[in-house]
């Protein structure tokens, strides 16, 4: 027994012996650490983030790293033994780590085991981008269809560029994914929020319960109310494509620079509110795109 006991304090020497050995980096080292904290970071961002492992694994990180300076600490004062047993209950940690993430990291092999994982992860990004938008036109859709039909107001700023003083002074910050369900709750009737425009940008809801200012058009028929002439004032004074659903009638239209156009099929205003969605001022086209593209025309 005795015996024993000096083999591990002689394996724990030696370990000392090691940790205490002069380190040299080269550049293949470097390119291996970056490798490991990409791969850290990539797990970290994909299945920890957001969850609620994720307050864990900084308390268990912090943990780590103390007990890692503290094993070499007491290395560095020649403790040897109580510097290696320090180091070895870390490994003990790290080991027992496999049993506290087990969901996690079977999420993780799951994911894995998805056909095609590398292309989807590594070389779709724009693939993604276009999915997004596409899910976002549906989203937009869906909502404005089930407000046309149950006549239920709505007025939605579709912002090409960023223009925070529209919504700073009035409006609800909200910054969040565009969904139908959350459209739907803003213009719920008899809500602080259902009166006032959702501003949308890059694909997500900036504010709501934002007030547009009103055309001042003479010539636009008493028939259309306020959130029409929001709607018509808004886009006569930035690139913004405003939508708007009728609560008297349930129509559904949008106005781009100062020109409304009324879609009697949810269909063909689909297919208008993905060219929106889509369009990039970066493309060489002329400023009045959107106006052409639409064929919008006073009604």
Same mark, same amino acid.
């Given at each position: ?9 002689? =394996? ?7 940790? =205490? ?24 961002? +994909? ?7 994720? #307050? ?7 943990? *780590?790293? %103390? ?23 870390? /490994? ?6 496999? *049993? ?19 292309? #989807? ?8 981008? &276009? ?5 976002? *036109? +549906?989203? *937009? ?8 039909? %149950?006549?239920?107001?709505?007025? $939605?700023?579709?912002? +090409? &560029? ?7 002074? %009035?409006?609800?910050? $909200? ?23 959702? %501003?949308?940008?890059?694909?997500? $809801? ?28 808004? /886009?006569?004074? /930035? ?13 559904? /239209? ?7 156009? +009324? ?23 002329? =400023?009045?795109?959107?106006? =052409? ?7």
């Amino acid at each position: 027994m005795f015996n024993k006991m000096l083999d591990v304090y002689r =394996n724990l020497l030696n370990g000392a012996e090691l940790v =205490n050995s002069p380190v040299s980096f080269t550049f293949k080292d470097i390119i291996q650490v970056v490798i490991v904290v990409i791969i850290v970071a990539y797990i970290y961002l +994909k299945f920890i983030k957001n969850t609620q492992a994720e #307050k864990l694994v900084r308390g268990i990180l912090l943990f *780590i790293i %103390v007990a890692w300076i503290f094993s070499a600490v007491l290395i560095a004062l020649e403790f040897h033994l109580l510097g290696q047993i320090a180091q070895y209950l870390l /490994s003990g940690i790290l080991l027992s780590l496999v *049993i506290v993430f087990q969901p996690e990291l079977r999420k993780l092999l799951v994911h894995l085991g998805q056909t095609k994982f590398v292309a #989807k992860n590594f070389f779709s990004f724009k693939n993604n981008n &276009a999915d997004k938008k596409t899910n976002v *036109i +549906k989203e *937009i859709t869906e909502a404005v269809k089930y407000c046309s039909r %149950v006549k239920r107001g709505a007025l $939605i700023v579709i912002q +090409k &560029a960023e223009d925070k003083s529209m919504y700073n002074e %009035v409006g609800i910050p $909200i910054n969040a994914d565009i969904s139908t369900e959350l459209i739907l709750t803003i213009f719920f009737p008899n809500t602080p929020l259902h009166d006032g425009a959702m %501003v949308i940008y890059n694909d997500k $809801i900036l504010a709501a319960g934002v007030l547009l200012p009103l055309t001042e058009d003479p010539k636009l028929s008493w028939r259309y109310g306020t959130r029409h002439r929001a709607a018509i004032g808004a /886009s006569e004074i /930035s690139d913004s494509a405003c939508i708007v659903v009728s609560e008297e009638t349930g129509d559904i /239209s949008v106005a781009i620079d100062g020109i409304l156009r +009324k879609y009697d099929d949810i269909t063909q205003f689909k297919e208008d509110l993905e060219k929106i969605i889509t369009f990039d001022k970066s493309d060489k086209i002329d =400023n009045a795109f959107m106006t =052409n593209l639409l064929k919008l025309r006073k009604k």
